[in-house]
């Protein structure tokens, strides 16, 4: 009997041994298994967290150039509105002006076409202008300071104030509104950086 045990102990200390091996295997096992997949999902939150703080990014540029670029817009949409009002303050000045000054500019302004002595030329008014600003007598005042030589046209319709030069249907526009339109068109960059940043 006491074989017979001693065998049955040998054989329940080789299976306790064998079940405690396999449990630490299994355990080993389970644990690397653990510790690999715990890995995978890290990398896999990292690269989540890389990816998602890439496209945050990406966005708040985004927000920032779009937020950048509506400022500048509004801004040039401010100065360009503050251009015209000062263009609109001119013409407004230009309309008020009493007869000296209406019959000054337009001395400047003939002074300076390029007619050829004794050349005719039309004078027309625009039919706004006050009946009293180029009577016969400034007429004569000019004809005697210019080589050529003015004549009264008909009034122009047009809706604005000044005048025109007709040579045989070549005409030299003095009309305000049409004079300070060009000037806004051709020098409107120097004008706002005079205004805007000098």
């Given at each position: 009997?006491?074989?017979?045990?001693?065998?049955?102990?040998?054989?329940?200390?080789?299976?306790?041994?064998?079940?405690?091996?396999?449990?630490?295997?299994?355990?080993?096992?389970?644990?690397?298994?653990?510790?690999?997949?715990?890995?995978?999902?890290?990398?896999?939150?990292?690269?989540?967290?890389?990816?998602?703080?890439?496209?945050?990014?990406?966005?708040?540029?985004?927000?920032?150039?779009?937020?950048?670029?509506?400022?500048?817009?509004?801004?040039?949409?401010?100065?360009?509105?503050?251009?015209?009002?000062?263009?609109?303050?001119?013409?407004?000045k230009m309309q008020a002006w009493q007869n000296d000054a209406l019959?000054?500019?337009?001395?400047?302004?003939?002074?300076?076409?390029?007619?050829?002595?004794?050349?005719?030329?039309?004078?027309?008014?625009?039919?706004?202008?006050?009946?009293?600003?180029?009577?016969?007598?400034?007429?004569?005042?000019?004809?005697?300071?210019?080589?050529?030589?003015?004549?009264?046209?008909?009034?122009?319709?047009?809706?604005?104030?000044?005048?025109?030069?007709?040579?045989?249907?070549?005409?030299?526009?003095?009309?305000?509104?049409?004079?300070?339109?060009?000037?806004?068109?051709?020098?409107?960059?120097?004008?706002?950086?005079?205004?805007?940043?000098?």
């Amino acid at each position: 009997m006491d074989a017979i045990t001693k065998i049955i102990e040998q054989i329940d200390e080789a299976a306790a041994t064998k079940r405690a091996a396999y449990k630490a295997e299994q355990q080993a096992q389970i644990d690397d298994d653990f510790l690999r997949r715990k890995a995978l999902i890290e990398a896999e939150d990292e690269k989540l967290t890389a990816q998602l703080e890439k496209n945050q990014n990406v966005k708040y540029k985004q927000l920032h150039a779009r937020q950048q670029m509506e400022v500048k817009q509004e801004t040039l949409l401010a100065k360009q509105n503050y251009l015209s009002q000062v263009f609109e303050e001119a013409y407004a000045k230009m309309q008020a002006w009493q007869n000296d000054a209406l019959q000054d500019f337009a001395a400047a302004c003939l002074q300076q076409l390029p007619f050829e002595k004794g050349k005719k030329v039309i004078f027309k008014p625009a039919n706004k202008m006050p009946k009293s600003c180029y009577p016969e007598k400034w007429l004569e005042q000019m004809n005697e300071k210019l080589d050529y030589e003015l004549v009264y046209g008909e009034e122009i319709t047009a809706d604005s104030y000044g005048f025109i030069v007709d040579d045989n249907g070549v005409q030299y526009n003095f009309l305000y509104r049409d004079l300070l339109n060009e000037i806004k068109t051709s020098n409107s960059n120097s004008i706002s950086q005079m205004l805007f940043e000098g």
